[in-house]
């Protein structure tokens, strides 16, 4: 069977490349063709309107679509995760050096920032970030970091929203002052000089749904043999032995075409943080393998309830169940049981 599978180019699509370059999938007998998408709201689209078979696409985007609050209504399913964490928070250099943190503490960094932010808000030209998608972890990320500092994101910041691989672009060219997005982009301001690191998402909020695989719900009784290749190439992605070989892989100009010792950097969880060379490290930054796989319900509740934090829909019980019923964990189950 043949499968024209949607990403965006970011290290947590780690798992579709190496299931369809290193045999995962041949062995349950799929023919994967990834297909590169320069934007969320593109992927979504084509999602939608059946041009793909199926996506690694934002867990919140995934119910936000199945429950018709972005783009067409689709009737999605996800069998699967496909990761946890894997954001960072970047900033400018010049605001970093305003902020002035004693330390890289979250708290610390988020009460600089706070400050900054309400003086900028004061002087009538309040702070741009970017972000990926309105209805995306790092919306969300970006909000839990502010308010740590207590700032009233939405008097104080103006979000705006660029794609992943266009998002350090738009820092370099003073667009934006910081933003929230997966790697490697952040190691991309940090690499070519004008961004700073300042958090990594998986301190501010551990082991946050990121990435997830959307089916439509048609073909959910027939997703078995995916499931498996995927949950064998994460598997194998999250193999510390396998590290050089898959950011060797990531970086090829058809998938991120970002330079390998970077993505190797941040699939060990070793972060260049700023242009002096500085590291932040944590084991936890991006996830694969078993802890990340099976599609949990809580992980839809918390995307629930972070939309309605933000003031994207009213939570009410029957949205709840509407979203818990797109996680599929039973779909999981029988795949590797089979």
Known sequence: MRLALGYVPL?????????????FARAEGLTLDLVREPSWATLRDKLALGHLDGAHILAPLAIASALGLSGPQTRLCVPMALNLNGNAITVSRPLWEAMEAADDEV?????????????????????????????????YQLRIFAERGGLDFDAAIRLVVIPPPQIAEALRRELIDGFCVGS??????????YGRIAVLCSELVPDCPEKVLALPESEAEQCGPLVRALDRAGRWCADPGNTEELAALLAREAYLGVPAPILERALRGDVIVDPDGSHRRDPHFVRFG?????????????????????????????????????????????????
């Open 107 to 139: 708290d610390t960094v988020a009460a600089a920032f706070a400050r900054i932010a309400m003086r900028r808000e004061r002087e009538g030209r309040p702070l741009t970030l970017g972000t990926v998608h309105p209805f995306s972890s790092h919306t």
């Open 11 to 23: 290290v947590d699509a780690a798992g579709l490349v190496a299931a369809a370059e290193l045999g």
């Open 184 to 193: 490697p982009w952040n190691s991309v301001a940090v690499a070519e000089g």
């Open 290 to 338: 078993e802890p990340a796989h099976r599609p949990d319900s809580d992980q839809a509740d918390w995307c629930i309830d972070q939309a309605g934090r933000a003031g994207q829909l009213t939570v009410l019980d029957d949205i709840r169940a509407a979203a818990r019923a797109v996680y599929r964990p039973d779909l999981f189950d029988a795949a590797l049981n089979g």
